[in-house]
C-alpha cells in the first residue's frame, strides 16, 4: 500500500491506481490529496477521516471517454472523477472531503455559450468525444451541451454495480452531476452532505439514473440545479433499455438553493416507480416538489408518495407538468402542440401520485401546476391534509418561472389544472392568491 501524500500539491493518480485493488482498505488521514480521475473495484472500502479531502486535478484531457450514459443517452462520455464499474460492495464512508474542482469545466462550458444549440467540439476532448459519438447531433440533450460534446464528469458514478454506500462525506464542486449511480442496485446514501454554488450549470446532487432499491437518508444539499432527482433515461434509447428507477426511499433530506427539491425526470423513458419521499425540507428551491417530462421522453411515472415535507420560498412548491422545455430547440416543434398527438412508447404518463400533510409557505409565482398532455392526462392525484401559500405581497412575474413556457399566462397565482383526470382534494388550503384559488382549464375530468 503506497503512503497517500497530502500536501496539496503531490499528483497521487498512480498511488490510488495502484491501491485500489479488490478487498482494499484505505483509510486517509488530514491533508489534501490531488488525483486525477480514479475507478473503485469490487469490495473495497474507502475512509477519509476528518479533514481529509480528495481532491481532483481540473485537467480535461485526463478525464479520457468512458462508455456510460450521459444525460439520458448511452454514449462515450468524459470519466466520472470517482467510478464503480460493474462492481459490488464498496464503501465511502468518514467525515471527509470529495472535491471535484469543477469550476474549470464550469468556465468553459459557459464561455463561449458552449451549451448553445449551435455550439460545436473545438478542443482535444471535444472532438475525441465527437468521433466516439458520431450520432451526437440526432441524440436528446437536457441542456447540459451535448451538442459541442463537452461530456462533463459526475463526481461519483456507480455504473452497474451493487451493495454501494455513501455515508457521512461531503461532495463539494462537481463538475457536472455530483451523484449520478446508474443500472445499479442496492444504494444507500446516508448523512452525506453536497454543496456546489447556485450558478453553477448542470450540477444536480443526487440523480439516480434506472437504479432499483435505493436509500437517501438524512442527507444536505445546496446545488446549481435539481436537488433529489430520479432519472431513467431519454427516448427510444432510454427506451430499449427497460431498466426503471423503483423501489427509493428518500426520509430526513433538507435540500437549499437548487432548481428544484425533490425532482423526477426529466429523463423518464424507462419509467419510475414505487417512490416514496418524507420527512423533508426544500427550502428556498425554485420548485418543491417537481416531476417534469416531455413528449419524446417517454415512460411512466406511477405510484410516487410525497409525505411531510416542509417547503419555503420556492416559486412553487408542487409542479407536476409534461410540458418541460429544458434543452428542447425549436419551441414550435409539435413537442409543445396544445392539440393531442398520437400516443406512442415516447409519450410520458404520470398516475397515482399522493400528497399529504404537506407545508408549502411563501411561494413567489403559484401554489401549485399538474398539467398533463391531452393525448396523457394525469391521472389519479390525492392530496390531502395540506397547505400551499403564495406570499401575498410578491410581484414575481409568474411567466419568469419556465414552468408556464408554452401553457400561456395563468388567470391567478393558485393551484393551476390542465389535462387533469382524477384529482381528489381533501382538506387542502391555498393561501394568500388574490383571484381564483384553484384554476381548472381544459382537459380536466373528476375533480373533487
Known sequence: MPTFIG?????????????????????????????????????????????????????????????????????????????????????????????????????????????????????????????????YLNQPSGGGGRQCQFLRPPLFQAFRSENVTLEGVHLQNSPFWTIHPVFSKNLVFKGISISNPYEAPNTDGFDIDSCTNVKILDCKVSVGDDGICFKSGSGSDGIADKMPTSNVLVEGCTVHGAHGGIVLGSETACGIHDVVAKNCKLLGTDRGIRIKSRRGRGGTLENLVFENLTMDKNFCPFTCYLWYRGGAGDPNSPLYAQTAQPVTDETPHVRNLTIRNCVGTNASASAMLIAGLPEAPIENVEISNCSFGVDPETTFDVNEADMYLGLGTPESRGARLKWVKGLKLDNVEITGVKGKKIILEEGCEDIK
Request: net charge negative; glycine share 8%.
Open 7 to 135: 500536501d496539496g500539491k503531490f499528483d497521487n493518480s498512480e498511488f490510488f491506481k495502484s491501491a485500489l485493488v479488490e478487498g482494499a482498505e484505505i483509510c486517509l488521514e488530514e491533508g489534501v490529496y490531488l488525483t486525477g480521475p480514479i475507478t473503485i473495484p469490487s469490495d473495497v472500502t474507502i475512509t477519509l477521516k476528518k479533514g481529509a479531502t480528495i481532491k481532483f486535478i481540473p485537467e480535461f484531457d485526463r478525464y479520457e471517454p468512458v462508455y456510460s450514459r450521459w444525460e439520458g443517452v448511452k454514449c462515450y462520455c468524459m470519466h466520472p472523477c470517482i467510478l464503480i464499474d460493474n462492481a459490488k460492495n464498496v464503501t465511502i464512508k468518514g467525515e471527509g472531503t470529495i472535491d471535484g474542482s469543477g469550476k474549470a469545466f464550469w468556465d468553459h462550458i459557459e464561455s463561449g455559450d458552449k451549451r448553445h444549440a449551435d455550439s460545436k467540439p473545438t478542443i482535444a476532448i471535444e472532438k475525441k468525444l465527437a468521433a466516439l459519438n458520431p450520432d
